[in-house]
């Protein structure tokens, strides 16, 4: 399974406060590691990878994550809590 998060760097280049709070609730959690790559999407690069991944999927919330599992299939999750009591049931239980 490989885990890409997508977060937002607001027009003034500062990091999306919701994105940071994700960040920080991962760390919290032990969790920061399962995320295999970060990518930005950022208004002043709408040619960088983060920003393509927000277009080609139509996302309109940040942070996001794409979830490739090991069959090849994907899914989305605009919610962190949502991605992972369906993941991590074990690691989110008791919280």
């Known amino acids: 399974m490989k885990i890409t998060?997508?977060?937002k760097i607001m027009p003034d280049?500062?990091?999306c406060p919701k994105c940071q709070?994700?960040?920080?609730?991962?760390?919290?959690?032990?969790l920061l590691d399962k995320i295999d790559l970060m990518l930005e999407?950022?208004?002043k690069d709408p040619d960088g990878e983060g920003?393509?991944?927000?277009k080609k999927l139509r996302i309109?919330?940040?942070p996001f994550f794409v979830v490739e599992k090991d069959d090849g299939t994907e899914k989305v999750y605009d919610?962190?809590?949502r991605?992972?009591?369906e993941l991590f049931p074990a690691d989110t239980a008791d919280q």
């Open 41 to 43: 999407a950022s208004p």
């Open 13 to 15: 280049g500062s990091p």
């Open 79 to 81: 919610s962190v809590l």
């Open 5 to 7: 998060m997508v977060k």
């Open 51 to 54: 920003m393509k991944l927000v």
């Open 21 to 30: 709070g994700v960040l920080d609730l991962l760390q919290d959690r032990g």
């Open 83 to 85: 991605m992972l009591k």
């Open 60 to 62: 309109k919330r940040a």
